[in-house]
């Protein structure tokens, strides 16, 4: 998958925003008071969130396929230092190979050395260029070997079996809190199964009844109220899902969209 830049992110967000902002526009000046006005808006809110969710979870994908290959790139620079090689002839050399995402980048930081940049330099602008969590630790172990001289194969045989720990830790760990993911999106059908419940069993045979308070409900208004609660539930649900198994926020927008896209068609079919 391609890395996403933060300019392009932020282009997503004005151009979803811009016509999020012109349906929600539209929604209030033709339909506001009418059913069809909570369609519309729940189409500007999942318009708005959607191309950022995508683009999150391309990036998310790019990020977690670099550092997959980050051990594969230190062996090779080891293997190719035991020959008798320069530590930038080494990087050189192992930027013939495929890491995957990686091999982009890294033939850019070849580059940068081939037109006369130090090898410190160019590696430490080759972490920030992809800064991921592993790089950014890596990086300045790197710079200062390489910076202290000595037998650099020393420094990247452990720093590679050092990533390999932390991913083999990012997995454990995500494994552990995707029962929590699963218990975000049961508790919204959850949801929806109870509030379709008391509304079909309960709201709608109370409004029969000549009892002061629920004859004056009106059913439209109690099934928009129940509608508003389900689209709340799904925006933060999904938000917390996000941060429970990514660790950030924006890493739950995808977990939004496909909860706020089940809970309207639940809604449409059920209600």
């Not at 999020?20 to 729940?42: E, N, Q, R, S, W």
């Not at 035991?82 to 080494?90: F, V």
């Not at 200062?144 to 932390?166: D, T, W």
């Not at 059908?189 to 045979?205: D, M, N, S, Y």
């Amino acid at each position: 998958m391609p890395r996403i830049e933060k300019r392009e992110k932020r282009i997503a967000w004005f151009i979803s925003g811009t016509l999020g902002t012109a349906i929600i526009i539209t929604a209030v000046i033709t339909l506001f008071g009418k059913p069809l006005f909570d369609d519309y808006m729940l189409l500007a809110l999942v318009i708005t969130v959607f191309p950022s969710a995508v683009l999150d979870y391309v990036n998310y994908r790019w990020k977690t396929s670099v550092d997959e290959h980050l051990p594969d790139l230190f062996r090779s620079i080891v293997q190719a230092q035991e020959t008798g090689m320069p530590l930038p002839q080494a990087l050189e050399e192992a930027s013939k190979r495929d890491y995957g995402s990686l091999t982009k980048e890294l033939k850019k930081t070849v580059a940068r050395m081939s037109w006369g940049m130090p090898f410190e330099e160019a590696f430490q602008a080759f972490g920030k260029h992809v800064d991921t969590t592993l790089m950014r630790r890596t990086v300045p172990l790197v710079v200062e070997a390489s910076k202290s001289g000595g037998h650099i194969g020393r420094v990247f045989g452990p720093l590679g079996k050092f990533i390999q720990m932390n991913m083999l830790a990012n997995k454990e760990q995500q494994t552990q809190t995707r029962p929590y993911i699963v218990i975000v999106y049961v508790a919204f059908f959850i949801f929806i199964i109870t509030i379709t419940l008391l509304f079909k069993t309960f709201f709608i045979q109370m409004i029969d009844l000549p009892v002061i308070g629920f004859s004056s409900l009106n059913p439209e208004i109690t099934k928009r109220v129940f509608f508003h609660m389900t689209m709340i539930q799904g925006l933060f649900g999904g938000l917390v899902a996000g941060k429970m198994g990514e660790g950030t926020m924006n890493a739950g927008l995808k977990h939004s969209v496909i909860l706020l896209t089940c809970g309207y068609f639940a809604f449409k079919l059920i209600l």
